[in-house]
């Protein structure tokens, strides 16, 4: 049996072991979906005086509907596709992503979204720093690098792909743009549904987190939500910076600005959570993640052993039962 | 089913490398056992109703191998962890072994311990492999007998106590071999049984009769690591050891770490070693380098003289040269600057079995029947061995087969055990057989798979046969062969015919026994596995089965017959214009001997087709020789005899040596012009897979002997190239006519006979052939009588598009093997043949006691050795008596001649002398021919 | 040397001529990698992991029309018994890296990576003004890293690297028409053998490596160096194609069932 640890390389004793294994065991009892599992090659079976459309994932050999792709065969009135598991993250507009600026180019910045290529995001399709709806010079051009450069992380929106081909992003509310004090998690883009809500305040810890559809999850100190003047502050204080080149003003600003240590180690927290999660494949969605943080701090679990073997088990069970009181819920 | 394990292995090959590798255990492995009801009993070879199964340990397979090929012993199972070790540590046996278990009368079954998931041992912690191995045989006999059940017996057949004592302890019955044989109540079986002195505690007493027990006569030999480690620091060098054929006391080990051969002298220097044997080598300090002036009388009294034989063909046959090459310095004349050494130890032996007689012994009184007797064998190289046996009185007038099992160094003789009685000495039948298994020929009966192979008869040509687009019908061609008087196997015709143009159309046609003889059936194994028909005075040992021989392939006349035809157009200058090979069928008109073809060719009143055609040959032949020459091809010679058999008594009337006429050679540039061009086309078509043949150049140490005994004639021999040595060997001219061939004799000894080879082994420059000054040469045109023949008639068909290539050929190293089993059998042949005229002539003469003239080919310190041109066989001539070592006899190295002090009586090389010739016989049952000078 | 016990039909490792190593596939091993798999036949171990698809970072590369296929295929040092330090990119693995790359390129879905409608623009972009492409968006292709490395050799280092390969692929979601697999067989001792080990690969004899499209039954891939009869090589290449759909199969299990337990695990 090749069991799933992709990022965590994990040492289990024998009743970890066995534990986890039957843990996984009901999870899999539970879901019963083995038909509409499929593999490369395999055919898929249609109706076929019904007429189908062959979506995402399939192909067709001598009349037959094959899978091109390992996942679960999908069924939406005609149309039969095949949803992957394990593949990079496929845009659909108004998907609420976090990405990271790889370059700034003429009027857009280029960002790494985990799609097979590089998302942009036009400077005229995100708000001015000063918050004015106004065509964009060429002065503002010139400050481009002020609002974001190389390796920040920055949360937008998909708004659709243009007639070249390129997937264009935008960022035009209050809660898309720059963010910091926090950490950027990668999980399989698979794992995040979308959902209505993508930004949570996880208020207990004073955390933001924030589920890209992609796969890309922020969690950060928490941001005011009129987080105009965060930014505009932000702004300030680099031009400040630019202008004045004064060194012992800006140190004293950082300083003011530090994230206290009972945040950072919440957001530590949260990230780990996130993190066994992903390794052992289960679904993220702010629920899960808040009963793994709960869950952690009323075991008394330390945060680096959150990742460690015996929380690990102890996720994976707690997600058997959590999936067993939704179902006897629902029956 | 397929579970694995796997296991780490150290070799090492100058470093150390770890070698992780698979082994895989199953389930499915099978007992062997009919009556087995677990198992699939379709590969079954057990018989029925065994109640014993035997099963036997390495040991008893290395040194019993004689009493399991008797057929009283059977239901053995045969470990692979068992085969293994015999592989590992004797091939022959192994090969015994191995087909015993495929031989289908002998019920022998072979069970995969080793990937047996119930009888796969791993080696634990501190056991050496030898335990482990005797653990694993104990192992699967447990398995067998908890299978079996109660009802079948399992055997463990060990003479190792430690092994017998566990093997008990583990509730495994378990025998040694005497009491196995002695249980089954056959004494005769009791002779084939080996005694091994280390295994048994019982048989110490019995070891006891051996006289020389307290003395040690040899030194120890050295552990092995010792020889290794002295291997790799140089002080030890390791070559297969080689005894003198003449000189039993004298060895060499040609060493490839000092680049010479290393030369050994006396019993006690070469430490029990064998013929044969990779040993390893001490060299002696130079002081102690004897002189290589070799004496032809030896040290020790048991040892007889040199034996009048044949007259050796080439350099393979002759006695080596054991004269340093080295007259210019005699600084320090004692001491030789070959190296001498001793033997420290065997690394691989190379014992098997030996064809001899008994010594004469009394019959030992009031004994219980075992005696113990000397075996001498009739291979002077091997030293006498003692053997122990119960039927004394019936074995000593008997020519036996004896096998060595051991030698340890305090007796002065191995040990061995009869293994069979061949026939009465001295008797030709025993003493042919002895000759034909000394040189490992096979003259059994063919099998009946083989005969099954043959096509039915009487065979006729059939109309497939004409039908075949392939093959060209031929038959209306005037088509005559010619061979020796009472030839059957004729595996070559001629003919020729006047083409319009004024260009002949000449046609060699051999015999399709590829037709017949079809790859990968028995029959085609069995002749791969005799490689050539055997020759021998009174009788022919026959490659293929005799219908085809005689019969369905020989191309006899006035029959039409199946051919391989290769047809050139020649000018009357016998310039080839165009080659053409095809299969065809023919039908001879004629077939005619030697004397005959010579007769008619002659007599120029006859002008009737045939003789025409022969005469046209005749000429086209002698033009193509004279080119050959001029090619410098060499013209040797070789002293043919032919008896004159008694068709009766088969005994030998007359003897004399064979005449070469105009007709044999002209038959003969046929045939080399025919495999020339086969050769050509076949390495053509097929560059990394033809068998070819080659003959390598002669080095100089070679010529040596020729060039010493040229100079001391004063003669001038040019040897730096075919066509100089050629063209110098047609001036040396003496003053009587037989001259020119003895010197053409001496220099044909220097050659090493051509080989077969497969092309792609060697570089094209290397497949030159001396003798015969040609590129390339294969045999093609003999393929009754030679397989390698056959082989190339199948290259030569696929190399045409009519038949596809074996599967044999794609395979490098097999081709390769097949190559050298050729070379091997048809060097054997050889040596049976020169055996068989040699025996021959020893009859002839115990009757006729006969004056001659001889020749004097070689000088030495006690006497010369002598040539007798008229029955082509040479001697030794003693001037000194016996023993006699005060020898007032003095021999001039350079101008090679005897000279008796004080006197002018002196002997030259290729001086005539005349000899006396008799049979007499030192010790009975061991006649032999003695020269004595008039 | 005798490859096949004339007596016993075992072959040295105790296999039948037809019977296959002990195979093994485990897919995730390569946490950063979009896909990963680990492949065993019997002592051969390899790891793939790809990359991508990705925007082509070398742009003269980029192939028209489809996505760019890439492989490197590699040695550890310490895969053999001997450690020899291997310069990278030799003759041997360049060779091994394109007959990977080939097979693969063979069942991956390239064409529906392609951003066709670009071509045209870049085309006139070269005609009419280099100067105004630094205008023009961003021309983007695809790219696909394939990187194979050998972990421990005994023979068939090649066929296990287009079976991982092919399982790397579908943990990465790339779309593909097909499952690739391959396997080796030769013919030692006059009988054909099915996967061959290292000692049966340096034999010196025939090694026929086929690589096959399971469900279609096309051969992707065929090499041999050696002579063969026409006969024994069809029988061979049967023997290595029997091979490729065991493989497949196992293949097709391992896939299944990693499928399902990603999708179990992440509920609903």
Same mark, same amino acid.
């Given at each position: ?160 792909? &243009? ?71 932000? &702004? ?58 709960? /869950? +952690? ?35 | ?41 379709? #590969? ?42 015999? @592989? ?47 653990? #694993? ?81 040899? +030194? ?17 060098? &390791? ?46 300090? &130079? ?80 004994? *219980? ?122 595996? %070559? ?96 008109? #004629? ?135 050629? %063209?110098?060997?047609? @001036? ?102 020169? #055996? ?99 | ?46 790891? *793939? ?33 001997? @450690? ?122 025939? %090694? ?39 493989? /497949? ?20």
């Amino acid at each position: 049996m090749t069991t799933m640890q992709r990022e965590l390389r994990l040492s289990l004793n024998q009743t970890q072991r066995v534990r986890l294994q039957s843990a996984l065991q009901q999870l899999e009892e539970m879901t019963s979906l083995a038909s509409a599992i499929t593999v490369v090659a395999d055919t898929i079976p249609v109706n076929h005086e019904d007429s189908i459309l062959k979506g995402h994932g399939t192909s067709d050999l001598n009349g037959e509907v094959v899978a091109t792709l390992c996942g679960v065969v999908e069924r939406v009135n005609k149309l039969v596709y095949v949803r992957a598991q394990r593949a990079r993250y496929k845009p659909e507009v108004g998907d609420i992503i976090v990405g990271r600026v790889i370059e700034v180019a003429p009027k857009r910045w280029r960002l790494e979204i985990n799609f097979s290529q590089d998302a942009v995001l036009m400077l005229s399709s995100m708000n001015l720093p000063d918050g004015l709806q106004r065509r964009r010079t060429a002065v503002d051009e010139l400050n481009m690098r002020s609002i974001f450069v190389e390796n920040d992380v920055i949360c937008a929106e998909v708004r659709g792909f &243009q007639h070249d081909g390129s997937l264009h992003l935008q960022a035009r509310s209050q809660k898309y743009g720059k963010l910091e004090r926090g950490m950027l998690l990668t999980v399989p883009a698979y794992l995040v549904k979308r959902r209505k809500q993508h930004f949570h305040h996880l208020e207990n810890y004073g955390v933001d987190l924030i589920l890209g559809s992609n796969g890309f999850i922020w969690v950060g100190e928490h941001v005011d939500m009129n987080g105009e003047n965060h930014i505009l502050a932000d &702004q300030v204080s680099r031009e400040d910076m630019a202008d004045k080149s004064c060194v012992g003003q800006v140190t004293q600003e950082v300083h003011e600005r530090i994230t206290p240590l009972e945040i950072r180690t919440h957001i530590c927290r949260v990230a780990n959570s996130v993190r066994v999660l992903s390794a052992l494949g289960f679904n993220l969605t702010v629920e899960v993640i808040v009963d793994t943080v709960e /869950a +952690s701090i009323s075991l008394n679990t330390d945060i680096k052993d959150i990742l460690a073997a015996e929380f690990y088990v102890q996720t994976a069970e707690r997600e058997v039962q959590r999936r067993v009181s939704l179902s006897r819920k629902k029956g | 089913m397929l579970q694995s394990k796997s296991f780490v292995k150290k070799t090492k090959q100058g470093r150390v490398v770890k070698v992780v590798r698979e082994h895989y255990l199953r389930d499915d492995i099978y007992c062997g056992a009919p009556s087995c009801k677990v198992c699939d009993t379709s #590969a079954s070879r057990l018989s029925n109703s065994a109640s014993t199964i035997l099963i036997v340990d390495t040991n008893v397979v290395l040194h019993q191998i004689d009493l399991l090929e008797n057929p009283a012993i059977d239901d053995v199972v045969v470990l692979s962890v068992v085969l293994e070790e015999v @592989r590992n540590k004797n091939l022959s046996v192994f090969n015994r072994l191995k087909a015993l278990c495929t031989n289908s009368l002998r019920k022998f079954f072979v069970f995969s311990n080793e990937h047996h998931k119930d009888t796969y041992v791993k080696e634990m912690v501190g056991e050496s492999p030898n335990d482990r191995n005797d653990r #694993a045989i104990r192992v699967a006999a447990h398995w067998y007998q908890s299978h079996l059940g109660e009802n079948t017996q399992i055997l463990l057949i060990t003479n190792d106590r430690e092994n017998k004592r566990r093997a008990v302890e583990e509730g495994i019955s378990a025998e040694t071999v005497e009491s196995y044989v002695r249980s089954l109540g056959k004494p005769d079986l009791l002779d084939l049984v080996v005694l091994s002195s280390s295994a048994d505690v019982n048989m110490e007493d019995v070891e006891d009769h051996r006289p020389s027990k307290k003395k040690v006569i040899y +030194s120890e030999h050295k552990p092995m690591s010792e020889i290794t480690s002295g291997l790799l620091c140089g002080i030890y060098h &390791q070559g297969k050891f080689r005894v003198n054929r003449y000189n039993p006391f004298e060895a060499y080990v040609g060493s490839e770490s000092i680049g010479d051969e290393i030369v050994i002298y006396g019993r006690a220097n070469m430490n029990r070693a064998f013929d044969g044997d990779i040993v390893a080598v001490e060299l002696l300090p &130079q002081d102690q380098w004897h002189d290589g002036k070799s004496m032809i009388i030896t040290e020790d009294e048991d040892d007889e003289e040199e034996d009048v034989h044949l007259a050796p063909s080439s350099a393979d046959d002759a006695p080596r040269s054991v004269n340093p090459v080295q007259p210019t310095t005699e600084s320090v004349p004692p001491v030789s600057n070959r190296p001498a050494g001793r033997v420290v130890g065997i690394i691989k032996r190379n014992w098997h079995s030996y064809c001899g007689s008994l010594e004469p012994m009394p019959m030992p009184a009031g004994n *219980a029947g075992v005696a113990h007797a000397l075996f001498v064998s009739k291979d002077r190289r091997i030293p006498k061995i003692r053997i122990q046996t119960r039927q004394l009185e019936n074995l000593l007038d008997k020519r036996i087969i004896v096998a060595v099992d051991s030698w340890d160094c305090l007796s002065r003789y191995p040990s061995g055990h009869y293994v069979r009685t061949i026939g009465q000495i001295g008797d030709r039948d025993t003493e042919s057989e002895v000759l034909l298994i000394e040189n490992d020929i096979n003259s059994r009966p063919f099998s009946t798979q083989v005969l099954a192979c043959l096509p039915p008869l009487p065979w006729s040509l059939s109309s497939e046969d004409l039908a075949n687009p392939n093959r060209e019908d031929l038959r209306h061609l005037r088509v005559f062969s010619v061979d020796p008087p009472g030839c059957k196997d004729i595996d %070559d015709a001629l003919h020729c015919k006047p083409l319009g143009n004024g260009n002949f159309e000449v046609g060699v046609h051999i015999a399709d026994v590829t037709n017949f003889v079809l790859p990968g059936t028995p029959l085609d194994e069995e002749a791969s596995q005799r490689g050539t028909s055997v020759y021998l005075v009174e009788r022919r040992i026959d490659m293929l089965p005799k219908p085809l021989t005689e019969d369905i392939c020989s191309l006899r006349s006035d029959v039409e017959r199946l051919a391989f035809s290769v047809i050139w157009e020649m000018t009357p200058d016998a310039e080839i214009v165009s080659t053409r090979f095809t299969k065809s069928a023919i039908k001879s008109c #004629a077939a005619l001997s030697y004397v005959e073809a010579q007769a008619r060719m002659d007599d120029s009143r006859l002008i009737d087709p045939v003789t025409t055609d022969l005469r046209n040959l005749n000429t086209l032949a002698k033009i193509m020789r004279l080119r050959r020459i001029k090619r410098g091809a060499l013209t040797l010679a070789s002293p043919e005899v032919k008896f004159q058999i008694d068709t009766e008594t088969h005994d030998p009337l007359d003897i004399g040596m064979y005449q070469i006429r105009e007709a044999n050679q002209m038959i003969e540039e046929f045939m080399l012009a025919a495999n020339i061009s086969v050769a050509e086309k076949i390495l053509n078509h097929f560059p990394l897979c033809s068998l070819l043949r080659r003959h390598p150049s002669p080095t100089k140490e070679m010529l040596e002997p020729l060039l010493r005994t040229a100079a001391a004639i004063g003669l001038d021999l040019d040897v730096s190239s075919s066509k100089a040595l050629a %063209d110098s060997l047609d @001036r040396a001219v003496g003053e009587d006519p037989y001259f020119n061939k003895l010197i053409r004799i001496l220099a044909t000894r220097c050659m090493t006979q051509a080989v077969y080879f497969s092309s792609g082994d060697l570089s094209p420059s290397e497949f030159y052939h001396y003798g015969l000054a040609a590129l390339l040469y294969t045999h093609f045109t003999s393929p009754i009588r030679r397989y390698a023949d056959v082989i190339v008639h199948r290259l030569l068909a696929a190399a045409l598009g009519i038949a596809k290539l074996p599967p044999i050929f794609q395979d490098g190293p097999q081709l390769t093997g097949i190559a050298d089993n050729l070379n091997y059998r048809h060097r054997n042949a050889q040596m049976a043949s020169r #055996a068989s005229v040699e025996l021959h002539t020893l009859i002839y003469f115990r009757k006729r006691p006969t004056d001659t003239e001889a020749r004097i080919v070689k000088i030495k310190s006690n006497g010369f050795i002598v040539f007798v041109p008229k029955f082509g066989i040479e001697g030794p001539v003693y001037l000194v008596p016996k023993g006699n070592n005060g020898s007032d006899w003095v021999v001039d190295e350079a101008h090679q001649r005897v000279t008796k002090v004080g006197t002018n009586i002196r002997y030259n090389i290729l001086q005539t002398v005349k000899i006396h010739m008799e049979v007499v016989e030192p010790q009975p049952n061991r006649p032999k021919l003695q020269l004595t000078l008039i | 040397m005798e490859y096949v016990d004339s007596l016993t039909g075992f072959r040295l490792d105790g296999r039948r001529p037809n019977d296959m190593r002990q195979i093994r596939g485990e897919i995730g091993v390569v946490a950063k990698a979009d896909g990963s798999a680990l492949f065993e036949m019997g002592n051969t171990k390899v790891i *793939a992991a790809i990359y991508g698809p990705r925007e082509v970072q070398n742009k003269g590369q980029q192939a028209n029309n489809q996505a760019l296929v890439r492989c490197e295929y590699s040695m550890a040092n310490f895969s053999t018994g001997d @450690r020899t330090r291997r310069p990278k990119g030799d003759r041997r693995s360049t060779e091994i890296s394109l007959v990977i790359r080939q097979t693969m390129e063979a069942c991956i879905l390239t064409h529906l990576m392609p951003h066709s409608q670009v071509i045209l623009i870049e085309f006139l972009v070269h005609i009419l003004l280099k100067f105004f492409m630094y205008f023009l968006p961003k021309i983007c292709f695809l790219q696909i890293d394939i990187f194979v490395q050998v972990l421990q050799a005994d023979g068939g280092t090649r066929s296990a690297c287009i079976n991982a390969a092919t399982l790397a692929l579908a943990d990465a979601g790339i779309p593909m028409r097909d499952i690739v697999t391959s396997c080796s067989a030769g013919y030692l001792s006059s009988t054909p053998l099915l996967d061959l080990n290292y000692i049966e690969d340096s034999a010196g004899g025939p %090694d026929v490596t086929v690589g096959i499209l399971a469900k279609t039954d096309k051969v992707t891939l065929l090499q041999m160096d050696a002579k063969l009869p026409m006969d024994i090589f069809e029988n061979v290449m049967q023997l290595a194609i029997e091979g490729c759909k065991a493989i /497949a199969h196992y293949i097709r299990g391992v896939l299944l069932e990693n499928t399902k337990q990603l999708e179990c695990r992440r509920g609903i």
